[in-house]
């Protein structure tokens, strides 16, 4: 089996994207197959290398449920062999995937006529905690599928030689991102929106950043969470993570969030490897 070899495993709950994910990535040619038992994965991958496969991706999710619980070993077994492997998990929160069971008149696949979608999505979080621990996991909750091809993409870009930082900016009417490992809330800080020359732009444009470059309350801010990454992410890069997802929260996800997370990815891609998402933006499109 050739050390070179590109392995990524997709999971995640049923209708948070994952047909979309694994089109995403056939597109960055990857050899793509779904819904493997894990007991499989070792010769599948063997084979797919062999056959002169480099770049390989692999659905594992809840309808090989009986075969769950020995995935992390034959998971392990090969990141012994030194491939590059990598977990994603893809999630939504209750209400949207509710929405879209019911928009798609399809039936869950653990409700079998006895669950409702609520009772499955529930079994199926239970069933799949162990892979969400393993993996980078994205919330989909808000995203269209153009915006998550590109959340794949980017995950896809990135090195992973080194522990790199996801700067999310979202809104908390839309909901709390559930792949965040850091939340800090934003509402507290003066807000663009009442200006009405302000409040079509986002924090992206130079008349909403110098708007807030102007308050002393978001520079102290800034400096707040600027201190307490750089202290802490020491202890990430000890503990052997590969993303660390910092989620910054205003009202809408329109200026204030934005402004911060664009202000942090400047500051650290100087020496770190730096994705930035603004999750409410394509609403805007």
Same mark, same amino acid.
């Given at each position: 089996?050739?050390?070179?070899?590109?392995?990524?495993?997709?999971?995640?709950?049923?209708?948070?994207?994952?047909?979309?994910?694994?089109?995403?990535?056939?597109?960055?040619?990857?050899?793509?197959? %779904?819904?493997?038992? !894990?007991? =499989?994965?070792?010769?599948?991958? #063997?084979?797919?290398?062999?056959? /002169?496969? &480099?770049?390989? $991706?692999?659905?594992?999710?809840?309808?090989?449920?009986?075969?769950?619980?020995?995935?992390?070993?034959?998971?392990?077994?090969?990141?012994?062999?030194?491939?590059?492997?990598?977990?994603?998990?893809?999630?939504?929160?209750?209400?949207?995937?509710?929405?879209?069971?019911?928009?798609?008149?399809?039936?869950?696949?653990?409700?079998?006529?006895?669950?409702?979608?609520?009772?499955?999505?529930?079994?199926?979080?239970?069933?799949?905690?162990?892979?969400?621990?393993?993996?980078?996991?994205?919330?989909?909750?808000?995203?269209?599928?153009?915006?998550?091809?590109?959340?794949?993409?980017?995950?896809? %870009?990135?090195?992973? !030689?080194? =522990?790199?930082?996801?700067?999310? #900016?979202?809104?908390?009417?839309? /909901?709390? &991102?559930?792949? $965040?490992?850091?939340?800090?809330?934003?509402?507290?800080?003066?807000?663009?929106?009442?200006?009405?020359?302000?409040?079509?732009?986002?924090?992206?444009?130079?008349?909403?950043?110098?708007?807030?470059?102007?308050?002393?309350?978001?520079?102290?801010?800034?400096?707040?969470?600027?201190?307490?990454?750089?202290?802490?992410?020491?202890?990430?890069?000890?503990?052997?993570?590969?993303?660390?997802?910092?989620?910054?929260?205003?009202?809408?996800?329109?200026?204030?969030?934005?402004?911060?997370?664009?202000?942090?990815?400047?500051?650290?891609?100087?020496?770190?490897?730096?994705?930035?998402?603004?999750?409410?933006?394509?609403?805007?499109?």
């Amino acid at each position: 089996m050739h050390r070179n070899q590109q392995l990524v495993i997709l999971s995640g709950l049923s209708g948070a994207g994952k047909s979309v994910a694994l089109r995403a990535l056939e597109d960055l040619g990857f050899y793509c197959l %779904d819904n493997l038992p !894990a007991p =499989l994965l070792p010769q599948a991958v #063997s084979m797919l290398d062999r056959d /002169g496969y &480099p770049k390989v $991706a692999i659905g594992i999710d809840a309808r090989s449920a009986h075969n769950l619980a020995t995935f992390p070993d034959h998971l392990a077994a090969l990141m012994d062999l030194g491939l590059d492997v990598r977990m994603i998990y893809l999630e939504a929160n209750n209400e949207v995937l509710v929405k879209r069971y019911s928009e798609s008149r399809r039936s869950h696949p653990l409700s079998k006529g006895e669950l409702t979608v609520t009772e499955s999505v529930a079994l199926e979080r239970e069933m799949l905690e162990t892979i969400r621990e393993m993996s980078h996991a994205m919330d989909t909750s808000g995203l269209s599928a153009a915006q998550l091809r590109v959340w794949v993409r980017d995950f896809i %870009d990135s090195d992973r !030689a080194k =522990l790199t930082l996801i700067f999310e #900016s979202f809104g908390f009417k839309h /909901g709390l &991102p559930l792949d $965040a490992d850091f939340v800090f809330d934003a509402r507290c800080l003066p807000n663009p929106y009442y200006d009405p020359v302000l409040r079509p732009l986002t924090g992206m444009d130079q008349p909403v950043a110098d708007f807030l470059m102007r308050q002393p309350t978001v520079g102290s801010y800034f400096t707040h969470i600027l201190g307490f990454l750089e202290r802490w992410l020491p202890e990430f890069e000890r503990d052997q993570r590969s993303y660390v997802t910092v989620a910054i929260g205003c009202t809408g996800g329109q200026h204030r969030s934005v402004y911060l997370a664009e202000e942090l990815r400047r500051h650290f891609a100087r020496n770190r490897q730096v994705l930035v998402r603004h999750r409410e933006q394509h609403h805007r499109a």
